[in-house]
């Protein structure tokens, strides 16, 4: 599911409320045939279906480009938020390589993983969630009272899938986001 601040965008943007089916469609029929997203895709990144499918990147950009960035990472890492946002978040491309962010969310999860570039995060803590100690994962924003949306994992060397073959993301505190967040640096 996509942060709250882009899907304000989207509305604000389209000037749709999302009350209804039918505002999807519309919305949907606002891409460039070339970069169509179809309106279950839509759904699923605005939080009004369930999909244990993260979005593709090729998804992410065309929505990015639809919003008016260049790209999935140009969109979330400029995103317009409250005065206090960067003493609430980090961007993972700024994160340095070994340093440490640990995030938690209800009902007692916790996360510890170690950034290893470009990225990528090796999951060095997993409490009471799907991930495991030692998946890659791949993040791009970390938020605290938003979700963390894992775009990638990478389980003993191997994309973790689904039956279909698509690949799958994670959503840690999809109903009220993350409750700590904390980084470590490292020396």
């Not at 409320?17 to 999807?24: E, G, I, L, Q, R």
């Not at 891409?31 to 499918?53: C, D, H, Q, W």
């Not at 140009?74 to 003493?87: I, R």
């Not at 950034?115 to 990528?120: A, K, T, Y």
Request: overall charge negative; glycine content about 6%.
């Amino acid at each position: 599911m996509l942060s709250l601040a882009i899907i304000e965008q989207i509305k604000k943007k389209s000037g749709l409320a999302f009350s209804n089916a039918k505002d999807f469609e519309v919305l949907s029929a606002m891409f460039p045939v070339n970069e169509r997203l179809g309106v279950n895709t839509l759904k699923r990144l605005m939080g009004y279906a369930k999909s244990p499918i993260a979005p593709r990147k090729t998804t992410l950009d065309i929505l990015s480009h639809y919003l008016g960035f260049s790209s999935w990472e140009t969109l979330s890492g400029m995103q317009p938020v409250e005065s206090d946002w960067m003493e609430k978040a980090f961007f993972a491309d700024e994160i340095r390589e070994g340093s440490i962010v640990e995030a938690s969310w209800l009902p007692d999860r916790h996360l510890a993983l170690r950034c290893i570039g470009e990225n990528r995060f090796r999951v060095t803590e997993s409490r009471n969630g799907k991930l495991h100690v030692d998946d890659e994962v791949i993040i791009y924003s970390f938020r605290l009272e938003y979700p963390l949306q894992v775009f990638q994992v990478v389980r003993n060397g191997e994309i973790v899938r689904d039956a279909a073959g698509n690949e799958l993301g994670y959503v840690a505190g999809r109903q009220n986001g993350l409750t700590e967040l904390f980084i470590k640096e490292a020396a």
